[in-house]
Nanobody
Framework: VQLQAFGRGLAQAGGSLRLSCAAS????????MGWFRQAPGKEREFVGG????????EYAISVKGRFTISRDNANNMVYLQMNSLKPEDTAVYHC????????????????????WGQGTLVTVSS
């Protein structure tokens, strides 16, 4: 499974960005998908995740109400819409695949995700 994240990387505080992640080499519709981020000097943290069908999502408290994750199983894509951006959202964002998701569960744990994209830098200026 290969994952590639991309999207415009610079925004002002209060602005919006949308990240995309393209998956290839596997059965995308059977995977749970997640977005994680890592700021300089910090641990990689969960941002949001979505179940196989796209019917259920989970978010970190820090982004809930501002970020929305969605997926397009027909085109093997997952998206992260980021609104009301804050400078503290600045980080490298990674998409990741949970290839053995528990039924109805969106994992928030980094260790549950097997495949990772290379990451894309998001910078939010104040």
């Amino acid at each position: 499974v290969q994952l590639q994240a991309f999207g415009r990387g610079l925004a002002q505080a209060g602005g919006s960005l949308r990240l995309s992640c393209a998956a290839s080499g596997g059965t995308f519709s059977t995977y749970g998908m997640g977005w994680f981020r890592q700021a300089p000097g910090k641990e990689r943290e969960f941002v949001g995740g979505i179940n196989r069908s796209g019917g259920s999502a989970e978010y970190a408290i820090s982004v809930k109400g501002r970020f929305t994750i969605s997926r397009d199983n027909a085109n093997n894509m997952v998206y992260l819409q980021m609104n009301s951006l804050k400078p503290e959202d600045t980080a490298v964002y990674h998409c990741a695949a949970d290839i053995n998701p528990l039924y109805g569960v969106v994992s928030t744990m980094r260790s549950k995700y097997t495949y990772w994209g290379q990451g894309t830098l998001v910078t939010v200026s104040s």
